[in-house]
């Protein structure tokens, strides 16, 4: 069983970054697409950025063009750079396979607010 270690959130002001690290316990990054989530207070967990197997990027239309995925295959770590971070995106993250194929890991909260 594959378990994810999340961190870099915090608190921040409007218009800033963050940088998201999400470490598995396993070398999965070959296997599967892989998708940071979000979750927010009274809302449902959320898809926010994916990673295919072969590199491809996708973005939920609320964070096109502020956030960047990227992966490190050989620190099995995936990455969210988080730009211009607006209140609207305070939530808690997470990481996990396109499917959720394994169990969620403790998520890192982003609170953006002035």
Same mark, same amino acid.
């Given at each position: 069983?594959? &378990?994810?270690?999340?961190?870099?959130?915090?608190?921040? &002001?409007?218009?800033?970054?963050?940088?998201?690290?999400?470490?598995?316990?396993?070398?999965?990054?070959?296997?599967?697409?892989?998708?940071?989530?979000?979750?927010?207070?009274?809302? &449902?967990?959320?898809?926010? /950025?994916? #990673?295919? #197997? #072969?590199?491809?990027?996708?973005? /939920? +239309?609320?964070?096109?063009?502020?956030?960047? #995925?990227?992966?490190?295959? /050989?620190?099995?770590?995936?990455?969210?750079?988080? +730009?211009?971070?607006?209140?609207? +995106?305070?939530?808690?993250?997470?990481?996990?396979?396109?499917?959720? &194929?394994?169990?969620?890991?403790?998520?890192?909260?982003?609170?953006?607010?002035?």
């Amino acid at each position: 069983q594959v &378990q994810f270690v999340e961190s870099g959130g915090g608190v921040v &002001q409007p218009g800033g970054s963050l940088r998201l690290s999400c470490v598995a316990s396993g070398s999965i990054f070959r296997l599967y697409h892989m998708v940071w989530y979000r979750q927010a207070p009274g809302h &449902q967990r959320e898809l926010v /950025a994916r #990673i295919t #197997i #072969i590199g491809t990027t996708t973005y /939920a +239309d609320s964070v096109k063009g502020r956030f960047t #995925i990227s992966r490190d295959s /050989a620190k099995n770590t995936l990455y969210l750079q988080m +730009d211009s971070l607006k209140p609207e +995106d305070t939530a808690v993250y997470y990481c996990n396979t396109n499917t959720q &194929q394994f169990g969620w890991g403790q998520g890192t909260q982003v609170t953006v607010s002035s």
